[in-house]
Structure formats: structure tokens, C-alpha cells
């Protein structure tokens, strides 16, 4: 397993409940530093109160006809039974209109759910091995070879599994503004991409679009229904919701992708977006649970009480990921995924609530799949000279120095990536940028002089992020429409005559990369 997470989480204990022995690899202390601490800690799909089948068509309607329908359908029907499993663990939380709020406070609401998950997960013997880097994946005949780094020693390990569950989260952290942790750069994509699994919907990033911007401020998240109290304007002083027409509330739960994209025009015309709560009443402000949380931190720390806030939007997830079936299953035998690593659940675009809900369902079911699949997998062969190999490859496939250190070479990666392939983009920009990207001076040369781990790391980590970003600009390149979180100033349109379907990519037996672009068998109109 590697991830500790809520995917990761939750998948360690559906695998060591079904009998396997399980170990979590992650690259900090277990529990922390994941997307599920900064997370706004709401899951959607409780049954109280909601109708499921209007879950259902409001997560198609986010997605733009590009959802799994198979995925949906489980997702829905699922989400109940293990949001009330969550609350008999032990979560402190309120269910409330279809919604579980987990009892967290601003700005890490979600700590409850990987307290609540990590108790659970020890009771039942998942065992533990943090400061540890995933750096390669190498499937065999007989169970899988994995390359790992550990960073507090600066020592390299060879493991060996018969199955592995890569729940590593997103990439959102490739952009200049984000609310990830800084090291979610898309880890997990590059090492399924290089083992040989499928990715798809790589294009499909989803900013959300209400986060603080004040100078010397943590990019703290908004919740979306006390945004919709309050008065979101230009500098001009014009109502950025009604210049855009954008009738969905909450504004930015259910059109994250008109908003942050009217947001980011206004930022690059005018500089300035306001948020002013000053006329919010306490009552709107202790609404629902994730606005109440907010009133010390927002309004009386961060002045939203005396003043208007500076607001810009922050890169927030990842819809597109590694290709799994219904268990997590990737094609590659043995090597699994769950939650945000993996793609296809949410479509062009996700429905606030739904990334909490996907890592508990997904990831019980891949730490199934995976433990079924341990059961009957041949005796574990010795992978040793195989890893041998990869880590030679690894350490001396660049043949070039970096013409800068990781730190300013991630500086240099976030800001071309939020200027030309984030939430407005054209085929210029996109080029230019992967012009860029693929120049001298981005690959860092990996040292086998480990005397630095914190530095092999971030060499190891800028590396991996360098190959996610350049997949997701390239699959933005080619959809040349504009459909859900991506959005084309040169393609406006939504195209389904051409473009109803998913852009994919695989190395060959030679390691180039292989694109294909699979049309929707099924369709259901979801609306726009």
C-alpha cells in the first residue's frame, strides 16, 4: 500500500480484514501531510435526508457525459453504507441534507477522519513504514518488485508484494496555487504510467475557485455556501456572479468550473476579486457545519468580519488518474489503485463532496480486490537484481545536470503551469509551455551520492512531477474543445460530436508514449 490517506486508509483495512498482511509506505508520518487533512472533511452521498438518485444525476451533470457510469452507480449506492460505517468506527462528525460533516476546524477539517481511520487501521494490524519514498515499480511474473527511498536514513530498499495499492492523491501541487499538501505532484500517475497501466482524462484538472489571496495568508478554502452569502466583485465593483451569468448555488460547489475560470479572467484584466462577508448574518455563517468552523479563523483571524478578502482560485484535484476497474484493478497484475490516483469516476469535472466519498467506497474495494488477488497469486519470486537494474536506470538515465536545484526548479514548474496550463488555456500557451518543460535544465540529474536524502528526495519527487505535468498539458493540447474543469479560449465550445470520450496514453514496449482517444459507448444527456 502506498498512501495514508483516506483511499489508503480504507483500503489497508478492507485488505487486512480479508486476511492479508498489509504495509502502508508513506512518505511522511502516517496520518499526515495527505489531501485528506486539508480537506473541507464533507462527504456526500449520506442517505438521511437525499434522495440517492439525485446524487446520481448531479454527479453526471458535473462530469459532462465523460463519467464511468459503472463507477457512479456504485459510488451512490455505496457511499451510505460506508459513510455510516465511518460513524460507528468512531468519527465525530453530523450528517445533515445528504452530507457528513466531520467535527475538524479550519484549516485542517479533515484531521477526524484520519484519526478515526488510522485507530481503526492499527486495531486491525495494518502496519506502518512513514518517511519512505515510492521511486519505482517493476511487475513480474510472480507478484511485484518495488523501489523505495527511505528518507530519514537516506537508504534504498527493495520490497516485494503479490499486490500493490497505489493511493498516493492528486497533483495539484504542480500549480502555483494550490490547497495541497506541496508534495502532492502526481507521483502515483508516473509510477502506474511507468509500470504499464493505462492513464485517461489527464486534461481534466479542477480548480477551486473561492481560496484566500490575502498577502502573507495560508490559500485557506472558502466554503462554498458562505461565499454564496456574501458579495463577490471585481474591482469595478461588479457582481462577478451575475456578469457571468452563473446561476448554480452553491456557486462554487456546483459550477467550480465557471467560476474559477470568471474569476481568473477578472484576475488577469483587472488583478483583484473581492469576497465581502461583512453583511453575512451570524445565522448564515452557522449554517452548515463547514462555514461555522470557518467564523474564528476567517472572519475574526483573517479579518472577514471587518473588511472584504482578496480571493483567487486554487488548483484542488485531479479528475483524471490511472484507468481502474470496479475493484481498482489497473491491468497490470498485482497493482491496484484508489481515490484520487485513480480516473474515471468523476468525468470532465467533480461534484463537491464526492472526493471524500470515492476514497472510502474505492478504496474498500481495491483493498479487496487487491487482497483476492494476493490469495491466489503464485509464490513470490526474488526481485532483487530486477530492482538492482531499476535503480541504476533511475540514477543514471539523465546524463545532464540541473541547470537549478529542485527548489527553484518546482518554483519554475508551478508558475508555467498555472500561467499556461491551468485554468485558461490555448494552444500557444500549451506549446510553449511543453517546450519549456521539456528543455535543459528540467530533468534533474538523480546523484547516487545519498549524503543528502531530503535533497535526493525532492530531486526524486520534481522528477516524477516534471513527467505528470507534461502528461497533463499534452492531453490538454489535443482535446481541442472546451468541456467540464477544461476549458479552451480557442476551442469555447463543448464539441460531443468529436470529443465525447477520453483521451488515453500508455508506453509501449519501448517506452514512448501511446495516445489513443476511446469514444462513449453509453451516453445519457447530463446536461451542461
Same mark, same amino acid.
Given at each position: 500500500?502506498?498512501?495514508?490517506?483516506?483511499?489508503g486508509?480504507?483500503?489497508?483495512?478492507?485488505?487486512?480484514?480479508?486476511?492479508?498482511?498489509?504495509?502502508?509506505?508513506?512518505?511522511?508520518?502516517?496520518?499526515?501531510?495527505?489531501?485528506?487533512?486539508?480537506?473541507?472533511?464533507?462527504?456526500?452521498?449520506?442517505?438521511?435526508?437525499?434522495?440517492?438518485?439525485?446524487?446520481?444525476?448531479?454527479?453526471? =451533470?458535473?462530469?459532462?457525459?465523460?463519467? !464511468?457510469?459503472?463507477?457512479?452507480?456504485?459510488?451512490?449506492?455505496?457511499?451510505?453504507?460506508?459513510?455510516?460505517?465511518l460513524?460507528?468506527?468512531?468519527?465525530?462528525?453530523?450528517?445533515?441534507?445528504?452530507?457528513?460533516?466531520?467535527?475538524g476546524?479550519?484549516?485542517?477539517?479533515?484531521?477526524?477522519?484520519?484519526?478515526?481511520?488510522?485507530?481503526?487501521?492499527?486495531?486491525?494490524?495494518?502496519?506502518?513504514?512513514?518517511?519512505?519514498m515510492?521511486?519505482?515499480?517493476?511487475?513480474?511474473?510472480?507478484?511485484?518488485?518495488?523501489?523505495?527511498?527511505?528518507?530519514?536514513?537516506?537508504?534504498?530498499?527493495?520490497?516485494?508484494?503479490?499486490?500493490?495499492?497505489?493511493?498516493?492523491?492528486?497533483?495539484?501541487?504542480?500549480?502555483?496555487?494550490?490547497?495541497n499538501?506541496?508534495?502532492?505532484?502526481?507521483?502515483?500517475?508516473?509510477?502506474?504510467?511507468?509500470?504499464?497501466?493505462?492513464?485517461?482524462?489527464m486534461?481534466?484538472?479542477?480548480?477551486?475557485?473561492?481560496?484566500?489571496?490575502?498577502?502573507?495568508?495560508?490559500?485557506?478554502?472558502?466554503?462554498?455556501?458562505?461565499?454564496?452569502?456574501g458579495?463577490?466583485? &471585481?474591482?469595478?465593483?461588479e457582481?462577478?456572479?451575475? !456578469?457571468?451569468?452563473?446561476?448554480?448555488?452553491?456557486?462554487?460547489?456546483?459550477? =467550480?468550473?465557471?467560476?474559477?475560470?470568471?474569476?481568473?479572467?477578472?484576475?488577469?484584466?483587472?488583478?483583484?476579486?473581492w469576497?465581502?462577508?461583512?453583511?453575512?448574518?451570524?445565522?448564515?455563517?452557522?449554517?452548515d457545519?463547514?462555514?461555522?468552523?470557518?467564523?474564528?479563523?476567517?472572519?475574526?483571524?483573517?479579518?472577514?468580519?471587518?473588511?472584504?478578502?482578496?480571493?483567487?482560485?486554487?488548483?484542488?484535484?485531479?479528475?483524471?488518474?490511472?484507468?481502474?476497474?470496479?475493484?481498482?484493478?489497473?491491468?497490470?497484475?498485482?497493482?491496484?489503485?484508489?481515490?484520487?490516483?485513480?480516473?474515471?469516476?468523476h468525468?470532465a &469535472?467533480?461534484?463537491?463532496?464526492?472526493?471524500?466519498?470515492?476514497?472510502?467506497?474505492?478504496?474498500?474495494?481495491?483493498?479487496?480486490?487487491?487482497?483476492?488477488?494476493?490469495?491466489?497469486?503464485?509464490?513470490?519470486?526474488?526481485?532483487?537484481?530486477?530492482?538492482?537494474?531499476?535503480?541504476?536506470?533511475?540514477?543514471?538515465?539523465?546524463?545532464?545536470?540541473?541547470a537549478?536545484?529542485?527548489?527553484?526548479?518546482?518554483?519554475?514548474?508551478?508558475?508555467?503551469?498555472?500561467?499556461?496550463?491551468?485554468?485558461?488555456?490555448?494552444?500557444?500557451?500549451?506549446?510553449?509551455?511543453?517546450?519549456?518543460?521539456?528543455?535543459?535544465?528540467?530533468?534533474?540529474?538523480?546523484?547516487?551520492?545519498?549524503?543528502?536524502?531530503?535533497?535526493?528526495?525532492?530531486?526524486?519527487?520534481?522528477?516524477?512531477?516534471? =513527467?505528470?505535468?507534461?502528461?497533463?498539458?499534452?492531453?490538454?493540447? =489535443?482535446?481541442?474543445?472546451?468541456?467540464?474543469?477544461?476549458?479552451?479560449?480557442?476551442?469555447?465550445?463543448?464539441?460531443?460530436? &468529436?470529443?465525447?470520450?477520453?483521451?488515453?496514453?500508455?508506453?509501449?514496449?519501448?517506452?514512448?508514449? &501511446?495516445?489513443?482517444?476511446?469514444?462513449?459507448?453509453?451516453?445519457?444527456?447530463?446536461?451542461?
Amino acid at each position: 500500500m502506498v498512501g495514508a490517506g483516506a483511499a489508503g486508509l480504507r483500503a489497508a483495512i478492507e485488505a487486512a480484514k480479508e486476511g492479508s498482511g498489509v504495509l502502508v509506505l508513506c512518505k511522511g508520518a502516517p496520518g499526515g501531510g495527505t489531501s485528506t487533512v486539508l480537506s473541507g472533511g464533507v462527504f456526500r452521498g449520506a442517505s438521511q435526508g437525499k434522495d440517492p438518485g439525485s446524487h446520481r444525476l448531479d454527479t453526471l =451533470r458535473a462530469g459532462r457525459g465523460l463519467n !464511468k457510469i459503472a463507477l457512479v452507480e456504485i459510488l451512490v449506492q455505496e457511499s451510505p453504507v460506508r459513510l455510516q460505517e465511518l460513524l460507528d468506527w468512531g468519527l465525530q462528525g453530523e450528517t445533515r441534507g445528504g452530507f457528513l460533516f466531520a467535527s475538524g476546524a479550519a484549516p485542517v477539517w479533515g484531521k477526524p477522519i484520519l484519526e478515526c481511520l488510522m485507530a481503526k487501521a492499527r486495531q486491525a494490524g495494518v502496519r506502518f513504514m512513514g518517511s519512505t519514498m515510492l521511486a519505482s515499480i517493476c511487475p513480474t511474473e510472480a507478484g511485484l518488485g518495488a523501489l523505495a527511498y527511505r528518507i530519514k536514513d537516506g537508504k534504498w530498499l527493495a520490497l516485494r508484494c503479490k499486490a500493490l495499492i497505489l493511493a498516493t492523491g492528486g497533483a495539484a501541487a504542480l500549480f502555483a496555487r494550490h490547497d495541497n499538501p506541496q508534495g502532492m505532484l502526481g507521483q502515483g500517475h508516473c509510477l502506474a504510467l511507468e509500470a504499464g497501466a493505462e492513464l485517461q482524462d489527464m486534461e481534466f484538472v479542477q480548480f477551486y475557485p473561492l481560496g484566500l489571496a490575502e498577502p502573507g495568508l495560508p490559500s485557506l478554502l472558502i466554503p462554498p455556501r458562505l461565499a454564496d452569502k456574501g458579495v463577490l466583485s &471585481n474591482g469595478q465593483g461588479e457582481d462577478i456572479l451575475l !456578469k457571468y451569468g452563473i446561476l448554480e448555488r452553491p456557486a462554487a460547489e456546483r459550477a =467550480r468550473d465557471k467560476l474559477s475560470q470568471a474569476i481568473f479572467s477578472e484576475l488577469r484584466e483587472q488583478g483583484e476579486v473581492w469576497l465581502d462577508l461583512r453583511g453575512v448574518s451570524k445565522k448564515d455563517w452557522m449554517e452548515d457545519p463547514l462555514s461555522a468552523s470557518s467564523v474564528h479563523l476567517l472572519g475574526e483571524r483573517f479579518g472577514g468580519f471587518r473588511r472584504p478578502l482578496r480571493v483567487a482560485p486554487m488548483a484542488h484535484f485531479l479528475m483524471g488518474g490511472i484507468n481502474t476497474e470496479e475493484h481498482g484493478a489497473t491491468g497490470v497484475p498485482g497493482l491496484f489503485a484508489a481515490g484520487e490516483a485513480a480516473g474515471g469516476l468523476h468525468g470532465a &469535472n467533480r461534484l463537491g463532496g464526492n472526493a471524500l466519498a470515492e476514497t472510502l467506497v474505492f478504496g474498500a474495494r481495491a483493498g479487496r480486490g487487491a487482497a483476492m488477488w494476493a490469495q491466489e497469486a503464485k509464490k513470490l519470486q526474488d526481485v532483487g537484481p530486477l530492482l538492482e537494474k531499476a535503480l541504476q536506470r533511475l540514477l543514471f538515465s539523465s546524463g545532464r545536470s540541473s541547470a537549478a536545484g529542485p527548489r527553484d526548479g518546482l518554483e519554475r514548474l508551478r508558475k508555467c503551469m498555472w500561467e499556461k496550463g491551468g485554468i485558461l488555456r490555448n494552444r500557444q500557451g500549451l506549446q510553449d509551455a511543453l517546450a519549456l518543460l521539456g528543455g535543459s535544465g528540467w530533468d534533474p540529474e538523480l546523484l547516487p551520492d545519498s549524503s543528502q536524502p531530503q535533497e535526493l528526495t525532492r530531486r526524486l519527487e520534481l522528477r516524477m512531477g516534471i =513527467r505528470t505535468a507534461v502528461l497533463i498539458l499534452k492531453a490538454a493540447l =489535443r482535446r481541442e474543445e472546451s468541456r467540464g474543469a477544461h476549458f479552451r479560449e480557442d476551442f469555447p465550445e463543448q464539441d460531443d460530436r &468529436n470529443w465525447l470520450g477520453h483521451l488515453k496514453v500508455k508506453l509501449d514496449k519501448e517506452g514512448s508514449e &501511446n495516445w489513443s482517444f476511446e469514444p462513449v459507448v453509453h451516453w445519457e444527456s447530463s446536461g451542461p
